[in-house]
């Protein structure tokens, strides 16, 4: 039977138990998140330099806004002439948000991707991250951002067992990202031709 | 059976076999269909679960005679969450290679039965060398359901055994690697195992 004392006795130990555990986890969050921090940071340096090898010198453009939140693009030069973008996007998947680095060229068609961080399926929807889906991508435009569930040249073969994730890439990432792109830096390159006017 | 009278072998030898997770108990099937479809997969869930299981147990054991009986599972879920967080973050900020590997299996183990029956049924009643063994045989027993299930789902699934082509002629059975090929093998595979243990084991225990 449970009487008075034992209330107050179970409450305690409740209590004292998850005060101790929450302070345990905050102070492990104060310590790791810094170091967390700087690695993301550290990790998009250096996709950013992997993803367009050919360029010589990547330049932050701004920033722009997907599903709330703040991702940056970045403009790539190889002696000082133009040679593409790339685009950080999000894309909303299975189970997470699925981060991602696109390059484009001049045209706006899809140089390579690269996948920055994701909680996706272990076995279905991480395979996003396989070096076969991610070279589909390449030199496709815009409108060529569509999942099919066949083996296609034309547009992105999904990936079997993990649609979500692929059409979270493809169609929500990617798409949204390059037309992006195509809209600001259009209207970035006719403002100029005004100013010089 | 009086969990402080066992030998520590015994012990482990009755996580891995008598009272596997798995193919014995049949709990934590969750994962082991949703990360098994290759055995790289498999492996890395089952060294987490290894890990994770055998702290938690260390934890409840010392901190035993501390919980009131009637609200010992949200002090357990406490002990869970918080060791699974803190191998997570800790292996987000000092280990980040493995943790690219591993940091999509660690935060599915807060919800995993296979350890909270750890503690439930054995570390809240045994001290802690005990404990540390039940852990050890609990999570081994774990891992090795695991590398069976997810060699099989592989192979027989695409062909390959991490992610090396081995069954290259034949065509994959691609419903292997899909979740309804995953209750297919764990249901063959524990009828298996009761199979072997009523052929030629019964008796002996």
């Excluded at chain 2, 592989?154 to 082509?165: D, S, V």
């Amino acid at each position: 039977m449970i009487g008075p004392r034992d209330i107050v006795k179970i409450t305690l130990n409740l209590v004292v138990t998850y005060i101790i555990g929450g302070v345990l986890l905050a102070a492990m969050y104060a310590f790791t998140s810094p170091v967390i921090y700087k690695n993301a940071i550290k990790g998009k340096r250096v996709a950013l330099e992997k993803i367009m090898p050919e360029a010589d010198h990547i330049e932050k453009l701004g920033d722009w806004a997907i599903h709330d939140r703040t991702a940056e693009y970045f403009i790539a030069k190889k002696d000082s002439s133009l040679c593409g973008y790339i685009v950080e996007s999000y894309g909303k998947g299975y189970s997470s948000y699925i981060h991602v680095l696109i390059a484009a060229d001049t045209a706006f068609r899809v140089k390579r991707i690269s996948i920055l961080s994701h909680a996706e399926t272990p076995g279905l929807g991480d395979e996003i991250e396989a070096s076969w889906f991610k070279k589909q991508f390449t030199k496709k435009s815009t409108a060529q951002m569509k999942v099919i569930k066949a083996p296609t040249d034309e547009y992105i073969q999904a990936i079997s067992g993990a649609t979500i994730s692929s059409r979270a890439v493809t169609e929500d990432a990617a798409k949204n990202a390059l037309e992006f792109l195509a809209r600001t830096t259009k209207g970035k390159a006719d403002n100029g031709t005004e100013h010089n006017q | 059976m009086a969990p402080n009278t066992i030998n520590n072998w015994e012990l482990i030898r009755r996580g891995i076999i008598d009272e596997n997770t798995i193919f014995r108990l049949a709990i934590s099937l969750c994962p082991a269909i949703a990360v098994t479809s290759t055995l790289k997969n498999g492996f890395l869930m089952g060294v987490a679960v290894l890990f994770v299981q055998v702290m938690v147990n260390i934890t409840i054991a010392a901190m035993k005679n501390f919980i009131h009986p009637r609200i010992r599972l949200p002090i357990f879920m406490m002990v869970i969450s918080g060791w699974v967080t803190i191998t997570d973050m800790s292996m987000a900020a000092f280990a980040q290679e493995a943790y690219k590997q591993m940091g999509l299996y660690i935060q599915l183990i807060v919800a995993f039965a296979s350890i909270l029956a750890g503690a439930e049924m054995f570390a809240s009643k045994s001290s802690i060398v005990k404990s540390f063994f039940d852990g050890i045989g609990r999570g081994a027993g774990f891992l090795i359901a695991l590398v069976i299930i997810s060699g099989c789902r592989e192979l027989l699934g695409k062909g390959t055994l991490l992610g090396i082509t081995l069954l290259g002629g034949a065509k994959p059975l691609l419903i292997m690697v899909l979740p309804a090929g995953g209750f297919l093998t764990v249901g063959l595979l524990m009828g298996l195992f009761n199979w072997i243990d009523v052929r030629y084991l019964k008796g002996r225990a």
